[in-house]
């Protein structure tokens, strides 16, 4: 009796998650919306949307921001990539451009789209602490040339605790609350969550769900395989632990974003 409960908990579980699902696929729009509505007063739809997302290092737009991207560019979104390194801690700086490349081709973003920063101030260096002024300058620039109304980014932990990914929130932080950033901006921080949530795989699409967040992004089936393509772009990468990654990451199925909330216009900082 105990084994056909546990079968029978284990189906509804899998039953919920696929509820939400297609729960989700219709209630996305509506949440980019209270988002986009928050910072204009024009109706907002999947097309009028012109996202950044700022990433540190070749892999990231993968390893963390796939399931937005793919749902972004599903709802006809203009999504564009800035990474601030070329992934050069082991001299391969040109082959992980090429691959971030190759991945954001399998992800729906054209090469047009992506910004690549090789500058000898922001090493691709766990131990390195980046400008923040130099970052705040760079996404700014970016920011106000193609006047994007949603950025999104790292949160304050940087998902695996990166200091490169760190400075990216932080500057992106600095941005908003010193009134850089145009009103018809939307900031977003990616959710770092605990180790247990973040390897149990889809199990975890649940918890995500019912847990408070400003924008929940999820993909199925379908979409774990156009995400595990362009993880395979990164040859260089894929050693035994990034395929225990691909397999249990939560960030292959699930993204959920906290808003950046921006400050007063022309605040000085001292």
Request: hydrophobic share 40%.
């Amino acid at each position: 009796m105990s084994v056909y409960l546990v079968v029978s908990i284990v189906l509804c579980y899998v039953v919920w998650i696929k509820c939400i699902y297609y729960r989700h696929r219709r209630t996305l729009v509506k949440s980019l919306k209270h988002l986009m509505n928050g910072s204009t007063s024009k109706e907002t739809n999947g097309a009028d949307i012109r996202a950044l997302i700022v990433t540190a290092h070749p892999d990231d737009e993968c390893m963390f921001f796939a399931p937005t991207i793919i749902r972004l560019v599903e709802l006809n979104a203009s999504v564009h990539l800035l990474c601030l390194s070329e992934g050069n801690y082991y001299n391969q700086g040109a082959q992980r451009k090429q691959e971030l490349l190759n991945s954001c081709a399998v992800l729906g973003i054209p090469d047009s789209r992506i910004i690549i920063v090789d500058h000898k101030r922001l090493p691709d260096d766990p131990k390195t602490d980046w400008s923040v002024s130099l970052v705040s300058s760079m996404i700014v620039k970016h920011m106000r040339t193609q006047s994007f109304n949603m950025v999104l980014t790292f949160d304050g932990s940087g998902v695996s605790g990166h200091a490169n990914h760190i400075a990216i929130h932080k500057a992106v932080s600095h941005l908003a609350s010193s009134g850089q950033v145009p009103n018809d901006c939307c900031l977003l921080s990616l959710e770092t969550v605990g180790l247990l949530r973040k390897y149990i795989s889809f199990l975890e699409l649940p918890f995500s769900w019912l847990l408070p967040s400003c924008l929940c992004c999820i993909i199925g089936s379908q979409g774990y395989r156009q995400a595990k393509d362009a993880m395979f772009c990164h040859r260089t990468q894929l050693l035994w632990f990034r395929y225990l990654y691909i397999t249990l990451s939560r960030y292959m199925f699930v993204n959920t974003f906290q808003v950046i909330p921006k400050g007063p216009k022309n605040l000085k900082i001292y």
